[in-house]
T-cell receptor
């Protein structure tokens, strides 16, 4: 168990809908990363938050947004869903921006299926 | 921009043999961290090994070791005495403060 919790584990929804994925980082971790992994693909970096503030953006669509709350949990909002958004969405957390504790611990992922 | 390249989409190794997975990266930074993660069929991401760029000594973790060539921006993973449980996708990753990028992965098959 990595200590990172993602909910829900599975989500099936229709095109055009909006969903929210939730991530609780490991206790003490300030950084949260979101990744998208399509079938048999690598991990596409979406966005990173550090202590409530957005720190880096990757290939995140405008239909997607995220935030990190004061209790450090994070939510990824996906709207106007398309079939191509079907993927495994990972959340990862790490202690900070750098230093000794820079490895990222991953949650189990949320499997999103858009039908 | 930082990128991570894994040029071997798939590799196979005989059980008990040794295999090396390749990774190159592009960066203009001098301080960063490199990782290898394993993703078995369960899709869970598992950290295999970590290398700090400022350390010249190659990291080792039991049967796993790396060959870190900073000037060449190369970071390969060697798996010795391969076991059936090593079969998985392996991702190379680069981390420098805000940026945590992954390669496209190498699928490792282990033949009994």
């Amino acid at each position: 168990d990595s200590g990172v919790t993602q909910t829900p584990k599975h989500l099936i929804t229709a095109t055009g809908q909006r969903v929210t994925l939730r991530c609780s980082p490991r206790s003490g971790d300030l950084s949260v990363y979101w990744y998208q992994q399509s079938l048999d693909q690598g991990l596409q970096f979406l966005i990173q938050y550090y202590n409530g503030e957005e720190r880096a953006k990757g290939n995140i669509l405008e239909r997607f947004s995220a935030q990190q709350f004061p209790d450090l949990h994070s939510e990824l909002n996906l709207s106007s869903l398309e079939l191509g958004d079907s993927a495994l969405y990972f959340c990862a957390s790490s202690v900070g921006l750098g230093g000794a504790g820079t490895e990222a611990f991953f949650g189990q992922g949320t499997r999103l299926t858009v039908v | 921009a930082q990128t991570v390249t894994q040029s071997q989409p798939e590799m196979s190794v005989q059980e008990a043999e040794t295999v090396t997975l390749s990774c190159t990266y592009d960066t203009s930074e001098s301080d960063y961290y490199l990782f290898w993660y394993k993703q078995p069929p369960s899709r869970q991401m598992i950290l295999v090994i970590r290398q700090e760029a400022y350390k010249q000594q190659n990291a080792t973790e039991n049967r796993f070791s790396v060959n870190f060539q900073k000037a060449a921006k190369s970071f390969s993973l060697k798996i010795s005495d391969s076991q059936l449980g090593d079969a998985a996708m392996y991702f190379c990753a680069y981390h420098n403060f805000n940026k945590f990028y992954f390669g496209s992965g190498t699928k490792l098959n282990v033949k009994p």
